[in-house]
């Protein structure tokens, strides 16, 4: 007996991709998407005085994926060729009589571009509260080493000291800008069309405007004012556009954890399952952040979607079928890739193991050359040419590190020129990292108050 799904192909059906965000996507779901706008429209097509309402009532008792199958379709597509021909066959097979009102006046892009302003709307809603969940995550580790010190690095040298949720926050606020981008475009993806060949809605004749508003009032969608046969692919491409963004980001706060994970630096350590989990077959040692690498790996298969779907915005004249066969793959493999990575940065960052001992560590190998800057500052104030004071500085940080033996607070005490402005006692305070922490712990409290109880 072969072994359940070993046929299967794409690692989005095994791999990849939380279940909540592939159900979204089942062949059946799209089936049932189909069959809601198709029913939308004979009811609103009832209303509008076309045929009775007992017609449209005996379509929506039909549009059902437990009475119209994804195989009964499948068999109709291949006599066929067409997809939505097939549906409605396989529907109007299932209505009766009222049969012959299934898919009156509409176009098959009708049905196929409805529906996909119905699975752009469950993908916000996805995505906007995975996005919600790792909000909250970052917030409660910012809050709660609001205070924590640890050494900033820029260039992938030690900087100046600060806090490792001012860090955090700033994690925190990128993310808080997508979702914030996610729902100003919200309402210009959850749109659809019923206007027929062209977008002109002529084959409804005057029924055409109440028609189309009633089937998309009852959808819950918005309107595409003026369409070719499509619903505009500006909206598609925008919404890549996003989700190439948030994977970005979600691909930086991963490289962060994976950065500061290293051997070298050590001082946090995404979750790792030390009962069973193995990081290398033949380095029994290892704890590798695979999670954060699986991020940034799928990060950059996402920054790959917008082009295709910015290549999709050409169509001849009204349209063509160029855009038809890459969008069956497009937006389901940036939706579930998406969640998964969102999910995942959730878990890394929720479960974060913080050493805040090895971050005092690191921060004092400077040997007190991360706070050159107040004393360079300080030089200056006191009437010390800045350009004198920063090539004072420069020279006397030169070769300090954690084997240097003399730390930048003696080597200050004993220069004669620190010593003019500057007596040892004020030197060794300026030198003190606790007041850029206390700087870093007071900003960071202000914008998290700020903050408070909008993930929820």
């Known amino acids: 007996m072969p072994a359940p799904g070993e046929d299967l192909v794409c690692p989005l059906d095994f791999r990849y991709g939380r279940p909540e965000a592939r159900r979204l996507f089942t062949r059946r779901a799209r ?19 076309l045929f009775p309402g007992s017609e449209a009532r005996a379509i929506r008792k039909a549009a059902d994926s437990r009475r119209v199958s994804v195989a009964r379709v499948d068999a109709l597509e291949r006599e066929t060729r067409h997809d939505i021909m097939a549906l409605t066959r396989a529907l109007a097979e299932r209505c009766g009589p009222a049969g012959r009102w299934v898919h009156f006046g509409a176009t098959s892009n009708d049905i196929l571009d409805t529906a996909l302003g119905l699975e752009l709307k469950g993908s916000v809603e996805l995505l906007r509260s995975n996005l919600n969940s790792l909000l909250s995550a970052l917030y409660r580790q910012a809050w709660e080493h ?7 690095r820029t260039h992938g040298q030690q900087a100046v000291p600060f806090t490792f949720g001012y860090k955090l926050t700033g994690f925190l606020l990128e993310f808080l800008r997508h979702r914030e981008r996610l729902d100003e475009m919200a309402p210009r993806l959850a749109v659809g069309k019923i206007s027929g060949a062209v977008g002109t809605g002529a084959g409804f004749g005057e029924r055409a405007e109440a028609i ?3 089937t998309l009032t009852r959808l819950g969608l918005g309107r595409e004012e003026a369409p070719t046969q499509l619903v505009g692919r500006d909206r598609l491409a925008e919404f890549l556009g996003w989700a190439a963004l948030a994977a970005s980001s979600c691909d930086r706060l991963a490289t962060e954890v994976r950065n500061l994970q290293r051997t070298e630096l050590a001082e946090v350590q995404e979750p790792f399952d030390e009962s069973a989990q193995v990081g290398s077959s033949t380095m029994a040692q290892k704890r590798n952040p695979i999670n954060a690498e699986n991020v940034s790996s799928l990060a950059r298969y ?5 082009g295709v779907a910015l290549e999709n915005m050409v169509q001849w004249h009204e349209r063509d ?12 493999h940036a939706v579930l890739l998406l969640d998964d990575m969102l999910a995942r940065l959730t878990r890394i960052i929720g479960g974060l193991k913080v050493d805040r001992d090895r971050m005092q560590e690191n921060l004092a190998r400077g040997q007190g050359s991360t706070m050159a800057e107040a004393l360079m ?19 006397l940080t030169r070769g300090l590190g954690p084997a240097a033996v003399v730390p930048l607070a003696r080597r200050a005490a004993r220069d004669a020129q620190v010593r003019r402005f500057l007596p040892p006692d004020a030197v060794k305070s300026l030198l003190d990292p606790a007041r850029y922490v206390e700087a870093s712990r007071v900003k960071t409290e202000r914008i998290l108050t700020g903050l408070r109880g909008r993930f929820d």
Not at 146 to 152: G, L
Not at 326 to 332: A, D, H, S, T, V
Not at 385 to 390: F, Q
């Open 31 to 49: 089936l049932d998407r189909w069959l809601s706008v198709e029913a939308a429209l004979a009811e609103a097509s009832a209303a509008a005085g």
């Open 146 to 152: 609001r205070a924590t010190a640890m050494v900033a």
């Open 212 to 214: 189309e508003s009633g």
């Open 302 to 306: 996402l920054r790959s979607l917008p």
């Open 321 to 332: 079928l160029a855009n038809s066969a890459n969008e069956r793959f497009l937006l389901p």
């Open 377 to 395: 500052l300080a030089l200056t104030e006191r009437g010390l040419p800045r350009a004198s004071a920063h090539e004072l500085l420069r020279g």
